[in-house]
């Protein structure tokens, strides 16, 4: 059906998804369950130790000037390793392309900025960051900076158009609040989907590029704020199974989009809506796992991923990665592939 077999990740978690409430908070299950981002805490390096963190409320970053902190390279406080260089995966794009795609294919960001100067690693007031109000983003293609619009009738983006006049050193991270379909489904399984957060410098916009970073971030005439942007000055990505990777900033740079980067978001919703019954089939009758249920969560020029959960186990998650034979860089190929997917189930009379 144009798809080649590819190896699967696993990952065991502690709770059964079938005992866990749709209501269920992200944050009620700690980081070794694989289901907290605000205790995925990073740190970069360079000399001494001076770390940061950047969701949500209560992190902190020790410096003495924040800026410098883009200079280091990144480091997991828990292990206190250097992020592993990553290896190419068959059937996967590069980590750079992926963390680029999350980036452009999203429309809201989480930013995180400084209060103050921290004093001291438990300096738990010094960061500001609101999950419940996220901002529009989008990247800027010319010079590869991430747009940001602060809305002044909005009293988060009042505080950080405060803290970032005082300290411009701020972080942004985005993947776990778009694509908005997949939330309800991680927050049920207690997961997040791929994450990406970049640091450095957040800097008024100038005046000249107004026009342009209104349309860009498709901004209404009565939407009345400031317009921001950041060079990114630190990427990195926080996969599925919680595998921190720092990405090259010259490979984040020169990545290019997907081209189904665009229409990523429409064609989970419709799979995710439309086709849900079929990805346990999918599973079953190519991979040979059957599933108690299945996820889309992903697609790109490369392939597609299913995230599911196996038959027969109480904790058992996996993702599944379809990989196409041939390029698919518009949303009437990848569908077509979906339908061949289809064909080949009905004519085979798979049962499972």
């Not at 144009?2 to 998804?17: K, N």
């Not at 889309?296 to 490369?302: E, K, L, P, S």
Request: hydrophobic share 35%; aromatic share 8%.
């Amino acid at each position: 059906a144009g798809l080649r077999r590819d190896r699967q990740m696993t990952m065991r978690r502690v709770l059964s998804p079938a005992l866990l409430p749709r209501s269920l908070a992200l944050r009620c299950l700690p980081s070794q369950h694989h289901g907290n981002l605000s205790n995925r805490v990073h740190a970069l390096s360079f000399g001494s130790r001076r770390s940061f963190s950047d969701l949500p409320p209560g992190t902190t970053i020790t410096a003495k000037n924040p800026s410098d902190v883009v200079r280091g390279k990144m480091m997991d406080v828990q292990g206190g390793k250097m992020s592993e260089e990553e290896e190419i995966v068959e059937g996967h794009l590069h980590i750079a392309e992926r963390a680029k795609n999350i980036v452009a294919s999203n429309q809201h960001f989480q930013l995180a900025t400084y209060l103050r100067v921290p004093d001291g690693p438990d300096s738990q007031d010094s960061v500001f960051s609101d999950n419940r109000a996220p901002l529009r983003g989008a990247i800027h293609e010319l010079t590869g900076r991430i747009a940001l619009f602060l809305d002044s009738s909005k009293k988060s983006d009042r505080t950080h158009s405060t803290n970032v006049k005082k300290i411009s050193f701020s972080s942004i991270s985005t993947g776990h609040i778009d694509p908005r379909p997949l939330m309800p489904i991680f927050t049920r399984v207690g997961l997040l989907p791929p994450v990406v957060r970049i640091v450095g410098d957040l800097d008024p916009a100038p005046e000249n590029y107004t026009e342009e970073l209104r349309k860009l971030l498709k901004l209404k005439d009565e939407d009345v704020g400031e317009l921001y942007w950041m060079e990114p000055g630190g990427v990195f990505h926080v996969d599925l199974f919680e595998k921190r990777t720092d990405v090259k900033l010259r490979d984040f740079r020169s990545a290019k989009e997907d081209p189904l980067c665009k229409v990523r978001h429409e064609i989970i919703h419709i799979m995710n809506s439309e086709h849900l019954d079929w990805l346990p089939r999918f599973v079953a009758n190519y991979k040979g796992h059957p599933l108690n249920e299945g996820f889309f969560y992903d697609v790109d020029r490369m392939g597609f991923s299913i995230f599911g959960w196996q038959k027969d186990t109480e904790n058992l998650w996996a993702e599944y990665r379809f990989e196409f034979t041939e390029k698919v860089d518009d949303k009437e190929s990848f569908f077509q592939n979906i339908e061949m997917l289809k064909s080949g189930i009905k004519s085979a009379d798979v049962k499972y």
